[in-house]
């Protein structure tokens, strides 16, 4: 067995199962042996589990993940193992995967446990959990920052090859930077967060870590997409710009502060020049909108919105929150309503001001953090210091941007810096090609579904149905559940075989179906061997999206059984057995 590196990142893990030099399965009983740093784990996926998940991938090696180990923060669910939001009491069964990992899983990744968490991911610090305080991966007692301090750890270790945070006011991009790893924040709900615990729900985003550019990107390829279920889910379309044509804006100087740390102040002005030598040139902007939009987070009526979804846990399990993160959420009763409609109005301005900004700037550099801190000054000052680390962070949520951090190199004193790439929703592409630029990455390769298509299956095709073989043999991978929008009925044919029929708006309902992805040079081998009244045609789902997808002529359904309030094949056949 070889021994394979995750820190050589997804690309070299499936060029090593290429070359035939290493397995799925030998790289789990890597993962299971291998030692990690002090709270990095809240919980661990079973060995027999992991293994038994490296075998089931045999065959499957043109999924754009396999094989690939990955960790999730313990604040999203995943079935058959206990969220914990790092609160013991709090801790609940995971009734169902989350939408976001599911996707990881159907392209081919193992996961390999859930990791720790600044409680309620209320924090930037990763101090505060009942699990062990977490310290940077440069040791000295560095604090590896929160609330996603295991995930970024996970990685920056090597136990895992990428791994997923949430991120709120800066928990997917301040790890990041204190352990010389990558962060992206993508645009809110280009990720869906259903199952995931809430922190702020309007603000809330699942964040990626991994060693490169290119990793985030394949990642970022896979998960991405909305959730029928999930009313913050949603997508849109961006521009993507080469470096050499991006319009920068780079920070006033006047503007930051760096909290006294000259190392980090040099290493932003250095990151901004190689930024300007990469693109069409820099200007200096004013950040303090976007500042006092960031100061709205802890100080304004959002933190109210961290109650609502704990108040009554809070109210019934107080002692058994950690006495830090109870004030913090406490703290949400003293705003009023009143006070809300202020800080949105508030808010609505400073929107404004950035909109202006990035109407003559494609991207915002700036620092990820002013300044680092050991564990034992977090402590003597938990507050205060923890607003310092988000100082640049916090306003990205709020504004709707999308943001990727990437390592800035190292202070005097060792210590590792930080560089954020900001912009507008949707601008991901743009900022993962200059970041790869900037780290002297090849550009991100093309999104993992690049020759693929996605088709809805209704009936047989559906997993664990007699033609769902048909769809894997031609190297298909189930993508998601979904449901149809409500212009559509479900037949059962005479001949036993469910069809979907379009019919006016309004009169149909919504039907249960699974979109699977598969080469699209495969698509007409499959259309060979569909005999009529079935076709492929184009299903529209209740997000709004259009996908080619099985359906069926009307005029079968003469004599046919309408099952329509079953909701799908499925439930039709839990009802009455086939």
Request: charged share 20%; glycine share 12%; hydrophobic share 45%.
């Amino acid at each position: 067995m070889t021994s394979i590196d995750t820190r050589r990142g997804i690309a070299a893990l499936r060029d090593a199962y290429r070359r035939g030099e290493t397995g799925p399965e030998d790289v789990a009983e890597q993962v299971i042996a291998a030692p990690a740093p002090h709270g990095v784990w809240i919980g661990r996926v079973e060995p027999d589990a992991l293994r038994r998940r490296a075998r089931e991938l045999r065959g499957s090696e043109h999924l754009p993940l396999y094989g690939i180990p990955f960790a999730v923060k313990d604040n999203i669910d995943v079935a058959g193992l206990p969220t914990t939001a790092a609160c013991p009491a709090f801790a609940y069964p995971a009734p169902r995967t989350a939408p976001v990992v599911e996707r990881l899983l159907a392209a081919g990744a193992m996961l390999t446990g859930k990791t720790n968490l600044d409680q309620f991911a209320t924090g930037l610090t990763g101090s505060r959990s009942p699990y062990g305080a977490v310290e940077s991966v440069y040791g000295g007692g560095l604090i590896a920052d929160g609330s996603s301090s295991g995930s970024a750890v996970a990685v920056a270790a090597g136990l895992v090859a990428f791994a997923l945070g949430t991120d709120t006011a800066g928990s997917g991009r301040v790890p990041a930077a204190l352990n010389g790893i990558v962060g992206l924040k993508p645009t809110r709900g280009l990720l869906s967060t259903l199952g995931v615990v809430p922190a702020c729900r309007s603000l809330d985003c699942v964040s990626v870590f991994t060693h490169d550019v290119a990793d985030a990107a394949a990642v970022l390829g896979v998960a991405a997409g909305p959730h029928p279920e999930d009313p913050w889910s949603r997508t849109g379309t961006a521009q993507a710009k080469a470096p050499d044509s991006v319009l920068l804006a780079v920070a006033r100087p006047e503007t930051l502060d760096f909290e006294g740390d000259r190392g980090q102040a040099e290493r932003y002005a250095a990151g901004c020049a190689a930024l300007a030598r990469l693109t069409a040139g820099a200007d200096p902007v004013d950040v303090g909108p976007l500042l006092e939009a960031g100061g709205l987070l802890y100080q304004g009526p959002w933190v109210a919105e961290r109650l609502a979804d704990l108040e009554d846990f809070l109210r019934g399990h107080a002692d058994e929150v950690l006495p830090l993160t109870r004030g913090i959420l406490r703290g949400g009763h003293r705003f009023t309503a009143a006070d809300t409609f202020r800080a949105q109005h508030r808010l609505r301005e400073l929107r404004a001001a950035t909109d202006r900004l990035f109407a003559r700037a494609d991207v915002l550099a700036l620092p990820t953090i002013p300044t680092t801190y050991t564990l034992a000054e977090i402590a003597a000052d938990p507050l205060g210091r923890n607003a310092v680390l988000g100082r640049y962070t916090q306003f990205a949520n709020l504004l709707d941007l999308a943001v990727v951090s990437v390592p800035n190199g190292h202070t005097p004193d060792g210590r590792p810096a930080g560089l954020q790439l900001i912009g507008p929703a949707f601008s991901e592409p743009t900022l993962l090609a200059l970041a790869a630029a900037l780290l002297g990455e090849a550009p991100p390769a093309a999104p993992p579904d690049e020759g693929l298509v996605e088709l809805a299956v209704v009936g047989h095709h559906l997993r664990g149905e007699a033609r769902n073989g048909e769809l894997v043999a031609l190297g298909g991978h189930f993508a998601r559940t979904a449901r149809t929008a409500e212009c559509y009925r479900l037949y059962r044919l005479p001949s036993g075989v469910p069809g979907l029929v379009r019919v006016a708006a309004g009169a149909g309902a919504a039907i249960e179906v699974e979109i699977w992805r598969l080469p699209s040079t495969a698509l007409g081998t499959l259309l060979a061997g569909v005999a009529p009244p079935l076709s492929i045609g184009f299903v529209s789902t209740v997000d709004g999206s259009v996908t080619q997808g099985f359906l069926c002529e009307a005029y079968a359904t003469a004599g046919a059984r309408d099952i329509t309030a079953s909701g799908g094949w499925r439930a039709h056949r839990h009802e009455e057995g086939p």
